[in-house]
């Protein structure tokens, strides 16, 4: 396993959409999820997408905990290949975001609060579960890396955008860096 270097906002890479993955089984994209876990885990995200390790492919690795009564969610880390958010509820809940390649930033993102998602797991098996709050918008920040967008697009204003300093003097919470 290996600690892969992270792309900063600015990196063209960030801004194309990412392939879908055609051989799942392959040893090149299971090292390349086990390292995005390792790179994920040493930074100290909650989720990473593929194209922020500098490879356009529709991998995301997820640390938050899915919500406990949910059976159907595949548990932590949660790997998705070729993610979908099937559908999404009407309701937007804004709340603080980060992101790895947004670094030393904070802005309060608007999310859906509970989505429907379609994926592959590592082995190739097709899921499809539902999420909520925390979960739901951890995965709504890393299915827009995979088409190019980041969460600064999403942000209403850029009223709320904060440096980690200043988060932690004035506004921090429990929030991790996604
Ligand atoms: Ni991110």
């Avoid at 159907?72 to 290949?81: H, V």
């Avoid at 379609?118 to 088409?147: M, N």
């Amino acid at each position: 396993m290996a600690i892969l270097k992270v792309a900063n906002l600015g990196n063209p890479i960030l801004r194309i959409p990412a392939e879908p993955v055609k051989n799942i089984q392959a040893p090149e994209i299971q090292r390349l999820i086990d390292d995005m876990i390792e790179t994920m885990r040493e930074y100290h995200g909650v989720g990473l997408a593929a194209p922020q390790v500098h490879r356009s492919l529709q991998i995301v690795t997820i640390e938050a905990e899915p919500e406990p009564d949910e059976s159907t969610t595949p548990s932590a880390p949660t790997i998705l290949i070729n993610p979908r958010i099937v559908s999404a509820n009407e309701r937007l809940e804004e709340d603080w975001e980060g992101c790895l390649s947004v670094p030393n930033l904070r802005g309060k993102v608007p999310r859906h609060t509970d989505i429907e998602v379609q994926a592959h797991d590592r082995r190739g098996k097709l899921l499809s579960f539902p999420a909520t709050d925390f979960f739901a918008r951890v995965i709504q920040h890393e299915c827009d890396h995979l088409v190019g967008t980041v969460f600064l697009d999403r942000m209403k204003s850029l009223e709320t955008l904060t440096f980690l300093e200043e988060y932690g003097r004035y506004w921090a919470r429990h929030e991790d860096e996604e």
